[in-house]
Nanobody, 115 residues
Framework: QVQLVESGGGLVQPGGSLRLSCVASGRIFSIYNMGWYRQGPGKQRELVAG???????NYADSVKCRFTISRDITKNTVYLEMNSLKFEDTAVYYCNKNPPDPRSWGQGTQVTVTS
């Protein structure tokens, strides 16, 4: 079972930026497709960005051109760079395999966009 620990969330004003990090307990990023997910208040969890084991990326329409997913295989870390943040980006953000492994959900990291 892979353990994933997210960090980097916080309070930010609209238009601001944050960089989230997800550290894995093992060398998995060269094997599995990974994703950043989020769950906003009263909403279902959704995939916002994915990166394949070969490094190809894809994004939900709602974050395209604002968010960037990347990884550092040597550090067992996947990142989510978030720019031009909007109120509707407020959510708990999680990383997991894509498709997700139910056993690997972590605590997530809270992102709150507020003025």
């Amino acid at each position: 079972q892979v353990q994933l620990v997210e960090s980097g969330g916080g309070l930010v004003q609209p238009g601001g930026s944050l960089r989230l990090s997800c550290v894995a307990s093992g060398r998995i990023f060269s094997i599995y497709n990974m994703g950043w997910y989020r769950q906003g208040p009263g909403k279902q969890r959704e995939l916002v960005a994915g990166i394949t084991n070969l490094g190809r990326t894809n994004y939900a329409d709602s974050v395209k051109c604002r968010f960037t997913i990347s990884r550092d295989i040597t550090k067992n870390t996947v990142y989510l760079e978030m720019n031009s943040l909007k109120f509707e980006d407020t959510a708990v953000y999680y990383c997991n395999k894509n498709p997700p492994d139910p056993r690997s959900w972590g605590q997530g990291t809270q992102v709150t966009v507020t003025s």
